[in-house]
């Protein structure tokens, strides 16, 4: 009889480790694994993850990039939504997740696979992204998740690990760290309590610039197109160059308290510089180039967005109709934002738009104005009050006493 093929999700870590070893060894299955590039690997970090890969056992080994895909598909959203999860968060896993699903769903398909696994653990948000799409894109395909289903420590599966021969660090296992396009998240025995913060030794990036640089950054339609002057060709080189620059201020680094899909509370680290600068500069732009009701329907929307996709919802058709949304607000979000950084923070100095809507031949706030006289200001606060000063009257109300 021949075997089960699996397509396993793999990023080389702990976790998916466990996956390619137990899906093999334990139940005889024909293990294809599949990495998905959303540009937080280097190449010299892919060949590893191949390397890795190969010595476990596996019938094949393929890396996907979708790193331009996943700009389209759903970076470029969050920027024109302004989207933070809880004022805080960029969505950096929550995004990159359902691409990475994607891409292995599609590659499942395209190799005729009986069955699809994913390192997961149960008591996350990620176990519910991959299980959505998986079962939306390959109906009737076996989905298997060993470590949620065993409920496995940490602990157990190094333990597992060294039993059936695998050398690898399993030091750098004591945190999970997951790095992409949108930002790199964190997790270890800190985030798994609410009071203690990650040590300095933990982020992937130590802080090295400590003098403030000035930054401009270029947007055309809402999308980043140069920073400092320097022209990219696709929006996703100009993030990852912004990211180089920036990171090393420790700008960006937090940590994100959020309720998760399967309804208990959650901490996880990261660090991204270049979605906070990028989101925090694309918003004060618009807020010179939009009217206040596209602005205010745009953070109803947006918020309502970020948030469905953080709970796996990518391919709910509503997500289409409200990107269509978004990007019809961004024609007139172009121009110069005008930065400065500094050790782990930044300021937005200003900016430059032929649309910007604070143009002075229309007067300028508290001091003039060229399109209206005192008259009509009166007559027009005479009339825009007019309902509220009528209830006043009628209901006897005095809120002065």
Request: with cysteine; proline share 3%.
């Amino acid at each position: 009889m021949s075997k089960k093929k699996v397509i396993l999700a793999f990023s080389g870590g702990l976790d998916t480790t466990y996956c390619a070893i137990y899906l093999s060894q334990t139940l005889g299955m024909e293990v294809h694994a599949l990495t998905v590039q959303t540009g937080g690997f280097s190449e010299l970090e892919l060949q590893q993850i191949k390397s890795h890969a190969l010595k476990l056992g596996v019938a094949s080994f393929q890396v996907a990039d979708v790193t331009k895909h996943y700009y389209h598909s759903c970076i470029r959203y969050l920027i024109y939504g302004n989207v933070l999860k809880n004022g805080t968060y960029p969505l950096s896993v929550s995004a990159e997740r359902m691409s990475q699903a994607v891409a292995v769903a599609a590659y499942a398909g395209q190799m005729g696979a009986d069955a699809v696994a994913h390192g997961s653990t149960g008591a996350g948000n990620d176990q519910v992204r991959f299980d959505m799409v998986f079962q939306s894109m390959l109906p009737g395909v076996e989905i298997i998740t060993p470590i949620r289903d065993q409920r496995l420590s940490r602990e157990a599966e190094i333990e597992f690990l060294k039993a059936h021969g695998v050398d690898m660090d399993f030091a750098k296992a004591a945190y999970s760290i997951n790095k992409g396009l949108w930002g790199t998240s964190v997790g270890g025995k800190e985030t798994l309590t609410s009071h203690q913060p990650l040590p300095e030794t933990a982020w992937p990036t130590q802080v090295s610039k400590t003098s403030p640089e000035p930054l401009r950054l270029g947007f055309e339609k809402g999308e980043l197109k140069s920073v400092n002057g320097q022209t990219f060709s696709h929006p996703a080189e100009a993030i990852a160059h912004l990211q180089t620059i920036a990171q090393p201020f420790g700008i960006g680094r937090d940590i994100h308290v959020g309720d998760t899909i399967i309804g208990i509370k959650g901490r996880v680290g990261f660090e991204a510089a270049a979605p906070i600068i990028i989101i925090k500069a694309h918003h004060l732009l618009e807020k010179h180039t939009l009217t206040k009701h596209q602005l205010f329907w745009k953070e109803q929307l947006a918020t309502w967005y970020g948030n469905w996709l953080h709970e796996g919802q990518l391919l709910d058709p509503v997500m289409r109709n409200i990107e269509q949304f978004l990007e019809d607000t961004q024609q007139t979000v172009s121009g110069t934002v005008f930065c400065t950084l500094h050790p782990y923070r930044f300021t937005l100095d200003g900016i430059e738009s032929p649309h910007d809507l604070m143009s002075s031949r229309f007067g300028s706030y508290g001091e003039m104005n060229t399109g209206w006289s005192g008259e009509d200001v009166r007559g027009f606060a005479k009339i825009f009050g007019n309902q509220t000063a009528i209830y006043h009257k009628i209901n006897d109300l005095n809120y002065a006493e």
